[in-house]
């Protein structure tokens, strides 16, 4: 029976071609996931040249492992991809011609309740893509432990959540009964408390759980880390394509990347960002946000 992915790659056809992939390309797939970008790359690819497909979850390159098996030169790293200059260390891969950064969640961690991320999960309030002993803070800790005033800030810089204070001092409230052990728990919580004032059909602690796990993982530290080296591990024309999927973490690569424009290391090749065709995000609704930007290596 062929194995069914959670993950849907999103503007296959627009990443394949911004890679620019010619024959002996050597493309590193930052955030590989289940590998459904990576299994396009090396179809074209087709064993003239290299793939290194890299991610923070260990469980994930296992199933790109496999996914990918019947390919040649392809390999996997487990590595955060801030730590680029690790990668190229372990490859041995010293310039790239092709760098692909997919950002964020894959739905496999929706959909595997274990890692706690979904509204409905009744495991532990992890929220990490690596184990929970690799970051300073887990979900759980934040909620149980960070005074009123951290959490208002951090859902509302990371979550743009208006309802952060509100929100803040439900969990403040809660927590004097008892701690919070499941994202079920916090997501009912929080429905319960402002789930009046939403009209839509996203769930009321959709931006809290983002802000959550942005902060935990440390999201937009680890892009401002990446971006200020890649450009010493790239090929000159070698092209570096980034999918983001909401506001903050797209704000930070473009401000990011026309600075490094304007000191000449890159030139920007989509000054508009690319979005998805309405049929793909018809086909797949959590593509809607998403934001393709690409760069060239000067
Ligand atoms: C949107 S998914 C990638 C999906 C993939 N392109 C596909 O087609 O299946 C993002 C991936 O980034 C990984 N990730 C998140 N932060 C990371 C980091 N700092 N370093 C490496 N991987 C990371 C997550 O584990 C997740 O698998």
Redesign the pocket.
């Known amino acids: 029976m062929e194995k069914v ?1 959670y ?4 503007m296959v056809k627009e990443v394949i071609e911004y890679l620019n992939l010619r024959e002996g390309s050597r493309v590193l ?11 396009e790359i090396a179809k074209v690819l087709n064993g003239k040249g290299i793939l290194i497909c ?4 260990r469980d ?1 390159i296992k199933i ?1 492992s496999e996914r990918l098996k019947e390919f040649k030169n392809v390999y996997f790293i487990n ?4 730590n680029i200059d690790r990668i190229s260390v372990e490859s041995g891969i010293d310039e790239f011609d092709a760098i ?1 950064v ?5 739905m ?2 929706i959909a595997n309740k274990r890692k706690g991320f979904s509204f409905d999960s009744e495991y532990p309030l992890t929220m990490t ?1 690596a184990k929970a002993d690799k970051v300073k803070y887990t979900a759980y800790e934040v909620v149980n432990t960070f005074p009123k005033k951290e959490l208002i800030e951090i859902i509302f810089k990371y979550g743009e959540e208006p309802m952060a204070r509100k929100i803040a001092n439900i969990i403040c409230e809660y927590r004097k009964k008892k701690r919070i052990e499941t994202p079920k728990e916090l997501a009912d919580l929080i429905k319960e408390g402002i789930g009046r004032y939403y009209r839509t059909k996203v769930h009321p602690a959709t931006k809290t759980f983002l802000a959550l796990r942005i902060f935990v ?1 440390e ?1 937009y530290e ?1 892009i401002e880390r990446f971006l200020s080296k890649v450009g010493n591990f790239m090929a000159p024309g070698g092209r570096l394509c980034i ?1 983001t ?1 909401h506001s903050g973490e797209d704000r930070i690569v473009k401000k990011h990347m026309l600075q490094l424009a304007k000191e000449g290391h890159f030139r920007i090749v989509t000054p508009k960002p690319i979005i998805p065709s309405r049929e793909e995000v018809k086909n797949n609704p959590s593509s809607r946000s998403a934001k393709l930007r690409v760069y060239e290596k000067v």
């Not at 993950?7 to 999103?10: E, G, L, R, S, T």
């Not at 890299?54 to 979850?57: E, L, V």
């Not at 590595?79 to 801030?82: A, K, T, V």
């Not at 997919?102 to 894959?106: C, E, F, I, Q």
């Open positions: 992915y993950h849907k790659p999103i797939d930052c955030t590989c996931g289940e590998g459904g970008h990576s299994y890299n991610d923070k979850d994930l790109a590595e955060g991809f801030e692909l997919d950002l964020g969640m894959s496999y961690h893509y993982n999201e680890v999918l999927f």
